[in-house]
């Protein structure tokens, strides 16, 4: 069985402050790890996704996270944030072999930006 | 990224009254899609996998005969709440996968309102 827990389920940060999210993952196979953002009644935005390669992923936005099997986490971090970014974040968990199998989210984190 | 639409974005209707809504992938096949609930302010909970040409696979808890889903092509799967009542208002998210990248791209959301 595959989990995620994001600590924190809402953050608040300063315009230009760091953004961290954290996501702690439980899986029994090697996992495909995603981090997908929500604006207010809309779908959700793929910002990256960890798929065995490289462990630091960039994703749009300017957003990255880094994949660390020791540790089961991958945090999502921005150096700088902007008035922008404010919506909710989730961390999603995939097995590798993920073609007909659905994506198991973290409970989200709210992000809050103030000026 | 691959595009997910989905139909209407909002809905209010009578209780005891039946909505479909429409969840279309424009510019590829998914054999494959999936259906998400989500409450405000709460993470993504997955009703059903919506398999094409065969029965849905629903998950534990969800009312397969209130919740009726159907993927008869490869671009189209539909969600139909039938009977609705109160308490089936939500925000209601499709989503598909392009092949076995593991990411899931979503649809917009349906936001059903029943009075």
């Known amino acids: 069985a595959q989990s995620v827990t994001q600590l924190g389920s809402h953050v608040s940060v300063s315009e230009g402050a760091l953004v961290l999210l954290r996501c702690n993952y439980s899986?029994?196979?090697?996992?495909?790890l995603f981090w997908y953002v929500q604006y207010p009644n809309q779908g959700l935005q793929l910002l990256l996704k960890?798929?065995?390669?490289?462990?630091l992923v960039k994703g749009i936005n300017g957003f990255e996270a880094e994949f660390k099997k020791s540790e089961t986490s991958f945090h999502l971090t921005k150096p700088s944030a902007h008035m922008s970014d404010a919506a909710e974040y989730f961390c999603?968990?995939?097995?590798?072999?993920?073609?007909?199998?659905?994506?198991?989210f973290g409970k989200g984190t709210r992000l809050s930006v103030i000026a | 990224g691959a595009v997910v639409s989905q139909h209407p974005s909002r809905v209010i209707c009578k209780s005891g009254t039946s909505v479909k809504i429409e969840c279309r992938s424009l510019?590829?096949?998914?054999?494959?899609m999936f259906w998400y609930r989500q409450f405000p302010k709460q993470s993504l909970m997955l009703m059903a996998t919506?398999?094409?040409?065969?029965?849905?696979?629903?998950e534990q808890g969800v009312e397969k005969d209130k919740f009726l889903i159907n993927h008869a092509s490869l671009t189209l799967s539909t969600l139909t709440v039938t009977s609705a009542h109160p308490e089936d208002s939500s925000f209601y998210i499709c989503?598909?996968?392009?092949?076995?990248?593991?990411?899931?791209?979503f649809g917009e959301g349906s936001r059903l309102t029943v009075l």
């Open positions: 919506s398999n094409e040409g065969s029965k849905a696979t629903y």
């Open positions: 899986s029994s196979v090697p996992p495909y």
């Open positions: 960890y798929t065995s390669a490289a462990t």
């Open positions: 999603a968990v995939s097995g590798p072999d993920s073609g007909n199998t659905p994506l198991v």
């Open positions: 989503s598909a996968r392009v092949g076995y990248t593991g990411e899931l791209f």
């Open positions: 510019d590829f096949q998914a054999t494959t």
